[in-house]
């Protein structure tokens, strides 16, 4: 197979890192050969004016419940939203809560039928002599995840673009991915975009080469834009092979000089923005963490000076 050859000749691969893919026409990558409103809906989502974007993302509920910090988004969330370009959540919470006046981009959960708590077997075992952790297919693990709303309902909520979860490499995989090219199909109709989700299962490693292929087997199957996670070794060459933008999730709440400093390395690395959700409603002061977040991305800061940023906007109070 071709991919398992890929994986033995790692070291004669060249992903062209320091060679940026042309857009001509357009000014994000992949998309210059869009239809007229597609590209006006990225241009929604990622700023013209440097091709980058801070999403919100408060989408966790779907399968989480009352995440920390999402527990009122009306109090919590609603303050933060002048400052994102893009707000990623459910239909729930935006036909609820999010005031229909917003200008900003929506990007609408598309995916789930799961949760947290979704009934599943786990244990462990050894792949060639290596701990591993399993889940047993059958039981409904968190990936067996189905499309959520129809193509109306995303025209009707006006969304930019539909986010769904793809879990590459769990037992789940062919039907995340059948969930995804349906979306795009339809929604490829109407001018909307699709983002395509990396979910880790917890049997896969959350190295480059794992990104690479899932980040690139979602673009070859259609997705406008791909989020991922961000890793230290090898970034560049997961933006660098994926033809759509990458932008990366936060993850788990790190200290915020961390969370700006791998913000500013994904997009010194090629990503094209953020999708950033714990990291911002988590942080001691989510109004302060957001802006500082804006300047890496928007206005070139480095991490240290978002950080200075950040404590001096959160010493005002
Ligand atoms: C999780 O599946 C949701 O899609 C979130 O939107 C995503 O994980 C980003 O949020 P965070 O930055 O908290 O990881």
Same mark, same amino acid.
């Given at each position: 197979?071709?991919?398992?050859?890929?994986?033995?000749?790692?070291?004669?691969?060249?992903?062209?890192?320091?060679?940026?893919?042309?857009?001509?026409?357009?000014?994000?990558?992949?998309?210059?050969?869009?239809?007229?409103?597609?590209?006006?809906?990225?241009?929604?989502?990622?700023?013209?004016?440097?091709?980058?974007?801070?999403?919100?993302?408060?989408?966790?509920?779907?399968?989480?419940?009352?995440?920390?910090? *999402?527990?009122?988004?009306?109090?919590?969330?609603?303050?933060?939203?002048?400052?994102?370009?893009?707000?990623?959540?459910?239909? +729930?919470?935006?036909?609820?809560?999010?005031?229909?006046?917003?200008?900003?981009?929506?990007?609408? !959960?598309?995916?789930?039928?799961?949760?947290?708590?979704?009934?599943?077997?786990?244990?462990?075992?050894?792949?060639?002599?290596?701990?591993?952790?399993?889940?047993?297919?059958?039981?409904?693990? *968190?990936?067996? &995840?189905?499309?959520?709303? $129809?193509?109306? &309902?995303?025209?009707?909520?006006?969304?930019?673009? *539909?986010?769904?979860?793809?879990?590459? +490499?769990?037992?789940?995989?062919?039907?995340?991915?059948?969930?995804?090219?349906?979306?795009?199909?339809?929604?490829? !109709?109407?001018?909307?975009?699709?983002?395509?989700?990396?979910?880790?299962?917890?049997?896969?490693?959350?190295?480059?080469?794992?990104?690479?292929?899932?980040?690139?087997?979602?673009?070859?199957?259609?997705?406008?834009?791909?989020?991922?996670?961000?890793?230290? &070794?090898?970034?560049?060459?997961?933006?660098?092979?994926?033809?759509?933008?990458?932008?990366?999730?936060?993850?788990?709440?790190?200290?915020?000089?961390?969370?700006?400093?791998?913000?500013?390395?994904?997009?010194?690395?090629?990503?094209?923005?953020?999708?950033?959700?714990?990291?911002?409603?988590?942080?001691?002061?989510?109004?302060?963490?957001?802006?500082?977040?804006?300047?890496?991305?928007?206005?070139?800061?480095?991490?240290?000076?978002?950080?200075?940023?950040? $404590?001096?906007?959160?010493?005002? +109070?």
């Amino acid at each position: 197979m071709a991919d398992i050859d890929g994986i033995k000749q790692e070291k004669q691969k060249n992903f062209f890192t320091d060679v940026p893919q042309a857009a001509p026409g357009f000014f994000l990558k992949g998309s210059h050969q869009y239809d007229w409103g597609l590209k006006n809906r990225l241009s929604k989502v990622f700023n013209p004016k440097d091709g980058r974007t801070v999403m919100l993302a408060f989408d966790h509920g779907y399968f989480q419940g009352p995440t920390t910090g *999402l527990e009122r988004v009306d109090q919590t969330i609603l303050p933060l939203e002048p400052y994102a370009d893009c707000l990623m959540l459910t239909r +729930g919470i935006q036909r609820s809560v999010i005031p229909a006046s917003t200008q900003k981009a929506i990007a609408l !959960r598309a995916s789930g039928g799961t949760s947290m708590v979704s009934p599943m077997e786990e244990w462990e075992g050894e792949i060639d002599g290596k701990k591993a952790k399993f889940a047993r297919p059958g039981f409904e693990p *968190l990936s067996n &995840e189905s499309t959520a709303l $129809n193509i109306e &309902e995303a025209i009707r909520l006006n969304a930019s673009i *539909l986010a769904v979860q793809v879990f590459i +490499g769990s037992a789940y995989e062919r039907q995340s991915l059948k969930n995804m090219t349906d979306l795009v199909d339809a929604a490829s !109709r109407y001018g909307i975009g699709v983002m395509g989700v990396v979910a880790v299962g917890r049997a896969m490693a959350r190295n480059s080469q794992y990104f690479r292929l899932a980040t690139r087997i979602m673009a070859e199957l259609g997705a406008n834009v791909v989020k991922c996670y961000y890793t230290e &070794e090898g970034f560049e060459t997961i933006t660098s092979c994926c033809p759509v933008p990458i932008v990366i999730a936060g993850g788990k709440k790190l200290p915020e000089l961390d969370a700006l400093k791998m913000s500013y390395n994904a997009i010194q690395q090629g990503a094209s923005g953020v999708d950033m959700g714990r990291n911002i409603f988590q942080s001691d002061d989510p109004i302060s963490m957001m802006k500082a977040v804006r300047g890496v991305v928007h206005e070139n800061l480095s991490p240290e000076q978002g950080y200075e940023m950040y $404590n001096d906007l959160k010493s005002k +109070g």
